[in-house]
């Protein structure tokens, strides 16, 4: 038992989140809600931040999280590129994996907890401390579990209008040389309910790029619909779970990555000249 609560103790480590992650794959989590209504006040400046994105397929997570993450030094572990990893690497799991995500469905919480549990091992055999999750948790028993073996600190929501997501995802193209994400669309919603218009400008490759666009398999109109109605199933309990915290920040999104980026910062209390050398300074 001292053992347990010591571990309790010291549970935003990753290593003893480690432990709590596969320990707690065959147990009941409780789950406390706090009784807090708005977000904890953020001073992120100079710590390793302990932060998780939610939102809808498309609607940024990818994006924004690797922004910050290369502004406050800490990793951006995003589960559908272990997911997508894992699926191309003809491992055991791969033609598993394929078919789920190619039918817009969730990958089982005890797969995606192994996947991360390794990712951490990694991470933390390289030095590393605090992460922005991205696309984790999913489910409501992911999001206990979570909250079993380590402290979130913000839960940031990123919101998009679902014509907006639909027309985002059928957008996006990735260079399968380089990695990096592009998107074709160019947006003009109109606002509905008193709701302001969206604009956003395609996000065009280099010439490097150009010729190596590659689209995501579960990026069709079919399987994106597929994967909003498994959001709105699955994974908006999550949102009210970390609501119910006070942990979650609400973010709508102004428009694309010149609007929203410096507004984000903003309801973060962070500074684009931010880094975290000169943050721990
Ligand atoms: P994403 O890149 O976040 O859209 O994830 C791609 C796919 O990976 C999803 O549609 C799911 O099939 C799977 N996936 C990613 N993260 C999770 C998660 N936390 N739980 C279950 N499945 C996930």
Redesign the pocket.
């Known amino acids: 038992m001292a053992a347990v609560t010591r571990l309790f103790r010291s549970s935003s480590s990753s290593s003893s989140a480690l432990f709590y992650i596969r320990r707690s794959l065959s147990t009941s989590a409780a789950t406390e809600l706090k009784s807090q209504t708005c977000p904890p006040r953020i001073d992120p400046k100079g710590r390793n931040v302990q932060w998780v994105f939610l939102g809808c397929?498309g609607v940024g997570k990818g994006t924004y999280a690797s922004r910050l993450s290369a502004l406050l030094g800490v990793p951006h572990i995003?589960?559908?590129d272990l997911?997508r990893e894992e699926l191309s690497s003809s491992g055991p799991l791969s033609k598993q994996l394929a078919d789920?995500?190619n039918q817009?469905?969730?990958?089982s919480d005890e797969i995606?907890i192994n996947l991360l549990s390794k990712r951490l091992e990694m991470g933390e055999a390289k030095g590393e401390s605090g992460f922005i999750l991205d696309?984790?948790?999913?489910?409501v028993r992911?999001a206990e579990i979570l909250d079993e073996v380590t402290d979130i600190e913000l839960v940031v929501n990123l919101k998009l209008p679902e014509n907006v997501l639909l027309e985002k995802c059928l957008g996006r193209r990735i260079c399968s040389q380089c990695g990096k994400n592009f998107n074709l669309a160019s947006i003009n919603v109109k606002g509905e309910n008193g709701n302001p218009d969206i604009s956003m400008a395609p996000l065009l490759p280099p010439s490097q790029c150009a010729s190596k666009l590659i689209t995501r398999s579960?990026d069709t109109e079919t399987i994106i619909r597929e994967?909003l109605r498994v959001y709105n199933e699955k994974s908006q309990p999550v949102e009210d779970f970390y609501r119910g915290q006070g942990k979650l920040l609400e973010f709508d999104l102004p428009g694309g990555i010149p609007e929203s980026w410096p507004k984000l910062l903003e309801a973060l209390n962070l500074d684009e000249n931010d880094d975290k050398q000169a943050a721990t300074a």
Do not use: Y
């Not at 696309?135 to 489910?139: D, L, S």
């Open positions: 397929p995003a589960t559908g997911v789920i995500v817009g469905k969730l990958v995606i696309g984790f948790p999913r489910t992911q579960d994967r």
